[in-house]
């Protein structure tokens, strides 16, 4: 099963309703979830159980409405500063790696100018990793991923501000 095959899936399952879909072949387990999951209860989540684990979602503790109003307030105002910058998502389902090997440097740091064609990042997906090359010039703002972290299908990666 290649990654375009995985991406149809999830685009089917997506469409159908299925709260839930289990995939289980040779060397790889797959299971998509939709429904009320997270913070946004229209959008599907997508859960590769190997070999990449997804992390655990970390309990948020009670909070008075006065504190949680400006919690809102804060992100509302980091996303209008972010509207002008280009976000560069995934384009697949696996685990996130800033460099090439363990001794190798990172492929980009915040601050650094990247052109159309450079490689910003790899993900492994199945044993096999990709290289994601940038789609657009400009400079680095802003890394969303932790390193060896696993991603999602269009999850965010870096915020490039283009000019």
Not at 22 to 49: C, F, H, W
Not at 83 to 101: D, H, L, M, V
């Amino acid at each position: 099963m290649d990654i375009k095959e995985i991406q149809s899936l999830i685009k089917f399952v997506a469409k159908s309703g299925a709260s839930e879909v289990k995939l289980e072949m040779e060397d790889i387990k797959i299971t998509i979830r939709t429904g009320a999951v997270g913070p946004s209860s229209d959008a599907p989540t997508y859960v590769q159980q190997a070999p990449i684990l997804a992390a655990p979602a970390t309990p948020q503790p009670a909070s008075a409405p006065a504190e949680t109003v400006e919690a809102q307030a804060a992100p509302a105002a980091a996303q209008e500063d972010d509207s002008k910058y280009i976000t560069i998502k995934s384009p697949i389902i696996g685990t996130f790696y800033r460099k090439a090997g363990p001794d190798k440097p990172a492929f980009v740091e915040v601050g650094d100018t990247i052109g159309q064609g450079d490689v910003l990042c790899v993900i492994e997906a199945m044993k096999l990793f990709n290289d994601i090359e940038s789609e657009v010039s400009g400079k680095i703002v802003k890394i969303l991923v932790e390193d060896s972290s696993p991603v999602e299908f269009d999850q965010p990666l870096f915020l490039v501000d283009p000019s």
